[in-house]
Each structure stands twice: as structure tokens, then as C-alpha cells.
């Protein structure tokens, strides 16, 4: 068996040890996905623990994305099993699924904000949504959200007057409105200048310490993986050829790890 081979049945191997502890809040388990002929993922597992921090990673088309849909349940896996929050959600129906997803809640990279109202009134959207809160308190907690983000006072703006950093910020701020357990960041630090991508990495930390978040981050950003991730997967041809930590990662000797970490160090803005 080759190295590959060997490092993803140790990661498959690794998901039943840790799933059988009590703080497993998300597992992929032999989950394979296909489009037609093109295997995307094939026989992969990790998984994160409660209050825990994943970052994904992976290079261009290795099923990062389709990994994160199929955890909110808008792809099925042809085969395994998904976990979220002790759940096998490969069976549900649309209307068990809702349940899932406002436990579990995206933030997109371009935020997917409503343009056409204010940021204040983004954030309050889940808010009202629940439909049990007063006005004041609607208020007073949007203010609170974009404090804790870092765009206090910015509620009366739309979101065209923001930066894309910013936009992020409000998005987090609107994913924490809906009270989630679980948060799923897709490509965090895209498209920002590197002091953003670094006030970004603060905020989704804090938000662990202050929260006790689970959080799942898809990121090419080794720098952003090693600040952040409790654990790194490596998606690379099909399998989940790394799943450790970002130290283990970096003094591993497997080619493909150090070929990943090299080509990073390449693109990485300094
Ligand atoms: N709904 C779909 N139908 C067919 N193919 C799809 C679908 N969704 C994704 N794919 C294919 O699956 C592969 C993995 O896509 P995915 O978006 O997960 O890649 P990624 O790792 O997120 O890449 P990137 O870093 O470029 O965003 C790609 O080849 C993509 O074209």
C-alpha cells in the first residue's frame, strides 16, 4: 500500500475512535461523492470535535465546497455516512433538514448579504425570523453583533458601501444572529488584503474562546490553517490524504504535504 493509501485509511481508521467520544460534533465517514463518472470524493473521513476548529483544505476542484454542501444537506453522498450534532443527516427530508441547518449556518464568501437593505437590518433578519424578540431588542442585539465583529455603528449602511472584508464581518455577525452551534466559513480570507485576512482569522478565534463554536473553515491559507485549526484534512485526489494537526502537517516527509505547503509559501501574499 502506498503512503496516500496508508495516510487515508488512518484517517478513516481515526473517525469511529473519535466519534465514540462525546464531543464529535460533525463526521464524514467513508462518504463517497460522484458527478456522473468523476469521482469527487472517494471514501473520506474526519471529523470535528465540539468547539472545535477544522480547516479544509485542498487544491482547486478537490471537493471542498461539495464537502461543505454535503454537511448542510444540499448534496447527498452516494455512499457514508455524514454526522452533524449526532445525527446521520444522509436521510432526511427537506423539513428535518431546516432543523440541521439553523444549528449549522454558512458564511459565504461574498457574504450573500440582501443588497437592497441595511446592514443592521441583514443582521436582524434571523432575528425577526424567530419572531419572539421586541424592536429594542432586536436593536440593541445588531449592535452587539457588529460590535463583536468589528464594524460597530455601521448598521444604517448598505452593504455596497462595504469592503469585502467588511462584508464577511457582517455576514459572521448575521450567521451568529440565527445562534448557531456550528458555523462553516467557505474561503474566509479570498479576495482580502492581508491585515483583513488576519483581523478575519482574530475574529473566528475569538469567537471559539467567547462561544465555544464548532467551526469548519475551507481554506488554501496555510498561514490562516495554522492560526486557527485544531485540525487540518488534506483533500487530494479523492481522498482525505491528511488528517492531524497543522504541526503534524508540516513535519510530515509525504511529498504531496510538502508540495502543498511549498506551493502555498509561492502564492501566500506577504
Ligand atoms: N453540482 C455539481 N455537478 C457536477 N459537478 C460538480 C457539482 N458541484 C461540484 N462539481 C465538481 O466537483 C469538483 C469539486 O468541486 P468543488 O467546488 O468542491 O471544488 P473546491 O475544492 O471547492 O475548489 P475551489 O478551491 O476551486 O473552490 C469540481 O470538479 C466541480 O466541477
Avoid: W
Avoid at 449526532?86 to 457574504?111: A, H, P, S, W, Y
Avoid at 479576495?191 to 462561544?211: C, F, S, T, W, Y
Amino acid at each position: 500500500m502506498d503512503q496516500a493509501a496508508q495516510q487515508n485509511e488512518a484517517a478513516a481508521e481515526a473517525v469511529p475512535d473519535v466519534r465514540n467520544k462525546p464531543g464529535s460534533y460533525i463526521s464524514f465517514e467513508h462518504v463517497h461523492k460522484s458527478f456522473g463518472d468523476f469521482v469527487v470524493l472517494d471514501d473520506v473521513s474526519f471529523c470535528v470535535n465540539s468547539g472545535e476548529t477544522l480547516c479544509i483544505m485542498g487544491r482547486s476542484g478537490v471537493g471542498k465546497s461539495v464537502s461543505l454542501q454535503m454537511l448542510l444537506g444540499f448534496l447527498k453522498p452516494d455512499k457514508g455516512i455524514i454526522r452533524v450534532a449526532g445525527e446521520d443527516i444522509c436521510g432526511l427530508n427537506e423539513q428535518q433538514l431546516q432543523v440541521i441547518r439553523r444549528k449549522v449556518t454558512m458564511v459565504f464568501q461574498n457574504g450573500a448579504l440582501f443588497d437592497s437593505i441595511s446592514v443592521g437590518e441583514n443582521v436582524a433578519f434571523p432575528l425577526r425570523e424567530r419572531g419572539e424578540l421586541a424592536e429594542e431588542q432586536i436593536h440593541q442585539i445588531v449592535k452587539g453583533l457588529l460590535e463583536m465583529v468589528g464594524v460597530a455603528g455601521m448598521e444604517g449602511l448598505l452593504p455596497s458601501d462595504l469592503s469585502t472584508g467588511m462584508k464577511r464581518s457582517v455576514a459572521i455577525a448575521r450567521a451568529l444572529a440565527a445562534q448557531p452551534e456550528a458555523v462553516l466559513y467557505d474561503e474566509p480570507t479570498t479576495m482580502v488584503d492581508p491585515l483583513m485576512a488576519h483581523l478575519l482569522g482574530n475574529l473566528i478565534e475569538r469567537l471559539k474562546q467567547q462561544l465555544h463554536l464548532t467551526s469548519v473553515v475551507v481554506t488554501h491559507d496555510t498561514r490562516f490553517a495554522k492560526k486557527l485549526a485544531d485540525r487540518v484534512v488534506l483533500l487530494h485526489g479523492g481522498k482525505a490524504h491528511f488528517f492531524g494537526t497543522m504541526e503534524e502537517m508540516e513535519q510530515s516527509d509525504d511529498p504531496v504535504l510538502k508540495e502543498f505547503l511549498a506551493m502555498d509559501e509561492l502564492t501566500m501574499p506577504v
